[in-house]
Every structure is written in structure tokens, then in C-alpha cells.
């Protein structure tokens, strides 16, 4: 596994944190803008950031604290056979805040509070093209392991899936 790239000094006036409870309608609003749609998302991800033992959402806040960018993680199932892998998505930057390293902060600390809570392999599926995103997690050292061919229907054409994964820094080998 390569080194992941550093993370560039935020901008000023922006900071990372741990979404709570009380950010679901923001997150939702951001998630919005970003990916369209006609549902208030509200509701389902207040449960979701109030399910701590099986999410964390981290996120970016602007200068007047509106969120600027969220990352999530999930622990699908708790049985001992597949507990050690946790599912990153939910990337979302707004766009007036792009290319200035939101997304690799609130990356880094989904992934940094994922393995701290014992993930041993954060997985995630990005559907292509999204030349973006392959590129910020391979420089964060996900590895692609194999493309699922037409994985989605969206915006009048197939999409395949590309999967990738990333060990924890602190797994022991196998
Ligand atoms: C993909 C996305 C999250 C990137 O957010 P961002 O805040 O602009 O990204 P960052 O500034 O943190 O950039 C981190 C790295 O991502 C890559 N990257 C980001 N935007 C890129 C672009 N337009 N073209 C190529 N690489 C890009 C680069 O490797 C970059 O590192 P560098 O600046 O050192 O070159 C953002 O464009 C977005 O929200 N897109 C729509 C939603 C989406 O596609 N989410 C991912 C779902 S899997």
C-alpha cells in the first residue's frame, strides 16, 4: 500500500468535524445541492448520525458554519464474520468549494475515526466516470480491485462500478 498524500492546511475559516445529530437537515440540504433529487433526506440521516455504533459522518464548515463538504462511513453488518469492514460514501463537496481540499480532510477523518474505532478495511464503490474521485482515493491509497459492469442505471445510461479498498494502517498482516 502507498503512502496516502498529506493533507494541504484547510482554507481559513474552514474546519473538520464529527457530524452530530443536529446537522441532519444541513446535511441533507448539502447532499441536495449536490446530487439533485425531490427527497427530504433529513429524517433518515438524523437516525443515521444518531446510530454511532454502526456510522460516523465527518464534515467541512464554512466561515458562517454552513456546511461546505460530508463523508460517511457504515458498518453493515455487526456479525463477527464481517464486522471488520466498513463501507466510505456519501463524498460530497459544494461546488464553489471545490479543489481547495475539503474532500481529502473529510476523507481523512472518516477514515482516521473508522480505523481508530477498529475498522480493519474501508471499502467504497464509485460509479464512472468520476476521474475526481478515482483520484483522491488512490492518493489516499485505495487500491481498485475489480469493476462491476453496469452497476446503475442513471441519467439515461448504464454505469459501471468501480471498487476500491484500504487496509487500516494498524491491521496486523493476515
Ligand atoms: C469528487 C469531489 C468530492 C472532490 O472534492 P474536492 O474538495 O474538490 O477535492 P479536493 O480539493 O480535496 O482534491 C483532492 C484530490 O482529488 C482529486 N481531484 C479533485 N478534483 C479533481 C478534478 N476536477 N480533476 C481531477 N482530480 C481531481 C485530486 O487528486 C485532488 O488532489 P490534488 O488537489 O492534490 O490534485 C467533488 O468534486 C464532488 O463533490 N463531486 C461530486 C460528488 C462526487 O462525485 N462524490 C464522490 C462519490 S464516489
Redesign the pocket.
Known amino acids: 500500500m502507498r503512502p496516502a498524500?498529506p493533507a494541504?492546511p484547510l482554507p481559513a475559516a474552514v474546519s473538520a468535524r464529527l457530524l452530530a445529530p443536529a446537522d441532519a437537515a444541513a446535511l441533507a440540504a448539502l447532499r441536495l445541492a449536490?446530487?439533485g433529487g425531490a427527497r427530504d433526506e433529513t429524517a433518515a440521516l438524523g437516525q443515521q448520525i444518531a446510530a454511532r455504533d454502526r456510522n460516523l459522518m465527518a464534515g467541512a464548515f464554512g466561515p458562517d458554519d454552513s456546511l461546505l463538504?460530508a463523508c460517511a462511513v457504515h458498518w453493515a453488518d455487526p456479525h463477527p464474520a464481517v464486522a471488520h469492514k466498513a463501507l466510505l460514501?456519501?463524498?460530497?463537496?459544494?461546488?464553489e468549494?471545490?479543489?481547495?481540499?475539503?474532500?481529502?480532510?473529510v476523507?481523512q477523518l472518516a477514515l482516521e475515526q473508522a480505523f481508530a474505532r477498529g475498522a480493519r478495511r474501508v471499502n467504497?464503490?464509485?460509479?464512472l466516470p468520476?476521474?475526481?474521485?478515482v483520484?483522491?482515493?488512490?492518493?489516499l491509497g485505495f487500491e481498485a480491485w475489480g469493476t462491476e459492469p453496469e452497476a446503475l442505471w442513471a441519467e439515461g445510461r448504464f454505469q459501471d462500478c468501480l471498487n476500491m479498498s484500504l487496509a487500516s494502517p494498524h491491521a496486523a498482516s493476515r
Open positions: 498524500t494541504l449536490v446530487l463538504a460514501w456519501g463524498l460530497v463537496v459544494v461546488p468549494w471545490r479543489r481547495l481540499g475539503l474532500a481529502r480532510a476523507t467504497l464503490q464509485v460509479y468520476n476521474a475526481a474521485a483520484a483522491l482515493y488512490r492518493s
